[in-house]
């Protein structure tokens, strides 16, 4: 298990934990992991090779988080990776991005990409989850404490997948119930919403008035010059350009083929989180 530290992560190792299924967890910072039953804790980086070979001696099956978005990411993992190879690892299940392309209008989606070409070039053994935003991000993170989302979205629409939906089914691929080798899987919520819809899910689950305000994208960088490095700021943006490009509304029943049950509508994965 990686990134048991985060949001993703973390929930899949107390879904693997409640299961009894004995695990490992690898954190860059040991005491932050969760104290879980029959589960150990190694330390260790993306990056650090030997360590990770480490880690991964004897392990069957692989959660990859993404590494958090600095400029060798895609380095790191392919580090990570390498590592896997030499402990022999028999599967990888990488949490990837619904659109991994090496143009991708949202940034962060080229390096899944990347890293998707060093996964099939490693001959491990792989199922790959390709994500949409997570709903919690688009019913939070976009708001960021405001009364409204703003932002270059234009009329575009998001198919927002619940974390909770993502994990079940990475539990469900790790414990054999469901998924195949070599397969690859899209996660999205049921329907696709534009952001007038999430900025109303927001408004109930936050008690107050949240609305959804458009940017050109000139008024987008304005607002946010200054506030982070320029990486980060173009990941913010190219967000919202992601969603209208249209590259972010595809619907799929992949939540529903991996889990049993429909994918989490947004409103209700909203509202868990406010709770």
Do not use: K
């Amino acid at each position: 298990m990686t990134g048991v530290t985060g949001q993703l992560g973390g929930r899949v190792a107390r879904r693997l934990a409640a299961a009894g299924i004995t695990q490992t967890m690898i954190a860059r910072h040991p005491r932050r992991a969760p104290r879980l039953p029959r589960a150990r804790v190694m330390p260790g980086n993306y990056g650090d090779r030997t360590a990770m070979r480490r880690a991964l001696t004897g392990v069957e099956r692989v959660l990859l988080v993404s590494a958090t978005a600095t400029p060798d990411r895609v380095a790191q993992q392919g580090e990570f990776l390498r590592a896997a190879q030499d402990a022999g690892v028999g599967l990888v299940v990488y949490v990837s991005f619904c659109t991994p392309w090496p143009e991708a209008t949202f940034v962060h989606g080229r390096d899944h990409w990347w890293t998707e070409q060093h996964l099939a070039g490693s001959g491990i053994p792989h199922i790959i989850l390709r994500n949409n935003f997570y709903a919690e991000f688009v019913g939070r993170d976009l708001t960021d404490g405001r009364a409204a989302i703003r932002g270059p979205a234009e009329d575009g629409r998001v198919a927002a997948v619940a974390l909770d939906d993502i994990a079940e089914a990475a539990t469900n691929i790790l414990t054999g119930v469901s998924g195949q080798a070599g397969a690859t899987y899209t996660l999205t919520g049921p329907a696709a919403v534009g952001l007038d819809e999430v900025a109303d899910a927001a408004s109930t689950a936050c008690g107050r008035r949240v609305s959804y305000r458009p940017e050109t994208l000139r008024q987008a960088y304005r607002a946010r010059d200054g506030a982070g490095p320029a990486r980060q700021v173009e990941a913010w943006v190219s967000t919202y350009r992601a969603i209208a490009a249209g590259e972010m509304a595809a619907v799929t029943d992949h939540v529903a083929r991996l889990t049993g049950r429909p994918a989490t509508p947004l409103a209700e994965a909203v509202s868990c989180l406010a709770a």
